[in-house]
């Protein structure tokens, strides 16, 4: 059984910066991907960012490119995501799922619990 356990979620203003962090467990993650997703009130959940466990090919949202990196240590089975200049926009609940497939977590995937992401104007 696959957990995803996400952090660093928080409040902060408008050009501020957070670091969120996905510790995985339950197997081994060298292959495959695995991916942030963000839901705001009253939006569907949307695909923010993935990144490959062996090659580490990322791939981005537009509306976060340029500002959120994404990465991960294979080491500690944890994937990241730094996010920067960040906007009241990105306000929003944010979860890691894996495994991806394009920028979608496959039907029957995992996904953490979530951390809240508020940022004020």
Same mark, same amino acid.
């Given at each position: 059984q +696959?957990? *995803?356990?996400?952090?660093?979620?928080?409040?902060?203003?408008?050009?501020g910066?957070?670091? *969120?962090?996905?510790? !995985?467990?339950?197997?081994?993650?060298?292959? =495959? !991907?695995? #991916? @942030?997703?963000?839901q705001? /009130? #009253? &939006? %569907?959940? %949307?695909?923010? !960012?993935?990144?490959? @466990?062996?090659?580490?090919? $990322?791939?981005? !949202?537009?509306?976060? &490119?340029g500002?959120?990196t994404?990465?991960?240590d294979?080491? &500690?089975? $944890?994937?990241? *995501?730094?996010?920067?200049? *960040? &906007? /009241? %926009?990105?306000?929003?609940v944010?979860?890691?799922g %894996? /495994?991806?497939? =394009?920028r979608h977590? +496959?039907p =029957? #995937?995992? @996904? #953490?619990? =979530? $951390?809240?992401v508020? +940022?004020s104007?």
């Amino acid at each position: 059984q +696959v957990q *995803l356990v996400e952090s660093g979620g928080g409040a902060v203003q408008a050009g501020g910066s957070l670091r *969120l962090s996905c510790a !995985a467990s339950g197997r081994t993650f060298g292959s =495959g !991907a695995m #991916g @942030w997703f963000r839901q705001a /009130p #009253g &939006k %569907e959940r %949307e695909f923010v !960012a993935s990144i490959s @466990w062996s090659a580490g090919n $990322t791939d981005y !949202a537009d509306s976060v &490119k340029g500002r959120f990196t994404i990465s991960r240590d294979n080491a &500690k089975n $944890t994937m990241y *995501l730094q996010m920067t200049s *960040l &906007k /009241p %926009e990105d306000t929003a609940v944010y979860y890691c799922g %894996e /495994p991806t497939l =394009g920028r979608h977590v +496959v039907p =029957g #995937g995992s @996904w #953490g619990q =979530g $951390t809240q992401v508020t +940022v004020s104007s």
